[in-house]
């Protein structure tokens, strides 16, 4: 049990990149941080040091989020640690780079795997964690989305109705889980982290922004100032879908 009394925050996919940029502006404003992965352990363990170097707690845990009993046995390791929590970032996801042309390489395994992960996986961990999040002073769930869920234009189609069909649930979730429970969503445009070098080595991502009025990609703390205000740094927004895109969709 947390006798701390410090709020926490559970951020999934919090590995690498904007969720490890996420666990890390929590643990500078005394969050005790739940750092959650699938594959990447090693990653996970190197985002617990760097939590834990802030002066705070750090608990990583090993979960699918597409598989409900995982995440069920997630939040009661998330309880029976801490005893609370105060906000959740769902910002695991997955993706396949295919060409929209090239249909009949979007298999039904992987539009499959990209809806579990990506918007089952956020409602699973969203109901998961409700009873948790509605107990305490006022939670907030933050979900990562994307501007391919409005534009259309992403690493794949099954990818971009994903995120579309996150933006539509983070409105539902306000609703249900109101007026205890704030739920909004950052939809970004280009990052400029490994998802993107791994998945699409030969994109250039300095020529894709290039036309946008803020010319360069974000970094992941750009996407986490937003987390946070959102989380935190406001009491009166939910069900708000927040645009983080240097201008893409203007």
């Keep these: 049990m947390n006798e701390s009394n410090r709020p926490v925050a559970l951020i999934t996919g919090s590995g690498t990149g904007v969720g490890r940029a996420c666990a890390l502006q929590f643990a500078k404003r ?40 995982a995440v069920r046995a997630m939040l009661g390791e998330v309880e029976k640690t801490f005893g609370r929590l105060d906000v959740l970032v769902n910002n695991a996801a997955t993706t396949k780079f295919i060409p929209y ?16 992960v990506n918007l089952k ?18 939670g907030s769930v933050v979900n990562i989305t994307s501007v391919a869920a409005t534009t259309g234009t992403g690493s794949s ?10 933006n539509t649930m983070t409105k539902s979730f306000a609703k249900s889980l109101a007026p205890k429970v704030r739920v909004n969503a950052v939809c ?26 803020l010319p360069k990609a974000s970094q992941p703390d750009d996407i986490a100032d937003a987390v946070i205000f ?21």
Aim: proline share 3%; charged share 20%.
């Design 230 to 250: 959102l989380a935190i740094g406001t009491t009166m927004a939910t069900g708000q879908l927040l645009t983080i895109d240097g201008g893409q969709t203007l």
């Design 30 to 69: 005394g969050f005790d941080v739940v750092v959650n992965y699938s594959r990447s352990e090693a990653d996970a363990k190197q985002t617990a040091q760097e939590v834990e170097s802030l002066g705070v707690r750090a608990l990583v845990i090993c979960c699918d989020v597409s598989n409900d009993l």
């Design 101 to 116: 042309a090239d249909m009949e390489s979007l298999t039904e395994e992987l539009w499959d795997r990209i809806f579990a």
């Design 157 to 166: 189609i099954a990818y971009c109705a994903s995120k579309a069909g996150l």
């Design 121 to 138: 996986g956020a409602f699973f961990v969203t109901r998961a964690a409700a009873d948790l999040l509605r107990a305490g002073e006022g």
């Design 188 to 213: 970004p445009g280009p990052i400029d982290t490994r998802w993107i070098k791994e998945g699409a080595p030969s994109l250039d991502l300095g020529k894709m922004v290039a036309g946008y009025p």
